[in-house]
């Protein structure tokens, strides 16, 4: 049987070293602890299974299922038992029910899974547990980049805070202005009063006749 794969644990030191865990700010610490016991808690999920549980969940199957032409009984279940060798109980029982309720698609509902098919579904019900772990780690990883820059940037600001600093932006700011020309209005562009009454002259009023006459209710008065 092969070698039944452990997804191993992940104390703090696994995801941010000692020496710099103390480092961090508390927030940050606070953070990775929390980090530590989510990916724990996963771990502690992905425990493989027993080769009992296996074969309980390859007889519960059998029960309901047809079998599968030309496969041999003694090599299904070997083959069931290395297929599962390092998935969870869990997982095992989910992928049962799965197939036993019909939602598992391009499966037929008649016949025995083969090793292959059932393993599959079951790792994919694995697959957000597997997700979250790695962005986790990810997360830890960064936690000291993370508290670096905060710590540039609350110098930073500090430093803009300083009354002696502000002083010397200004300066500099009142130097880089001083040989700079001002920036001037456009005129106005406007018609002088003889050309103003020429075009006033062109325009035509425009007579305001009353509709009133054109409507049902005058006409049937009329």
Known sequence: MPKSKSWG??????LVPLDQFDRLPEKYRQRAREISARVAAIDAMMKPSNPLFVGETVVR???QFREQPGVNNVDMASEYRAACAD????ALSEAANDFLAGRVDNHTGQFMPT???FAKRARSIMLPFLSERAALRTEASKLIERAADDHKRHLIDMERQDPAVR???A????AVNAGASKRQGLPHLGLNEAEQKRINALKRP?????????TKIVKGRS
């Open 167 to 169: 002083k010397r932006v």
């Open 171 to 174: 300066a500099l700011a009142e």
């Open 87 to 90: 998935l969870p109980e869990w």
């Open 206 to 214: 425009r007579q305001e006749v009353s509709k009133l006459e054109q």
């Open 9 to 14: 644990s992940s104390p703090m030191s696994d």
């Open 61 to 63: 199957m059998f029960r």
């Open 115 to 117: 090793c292959a098919e």
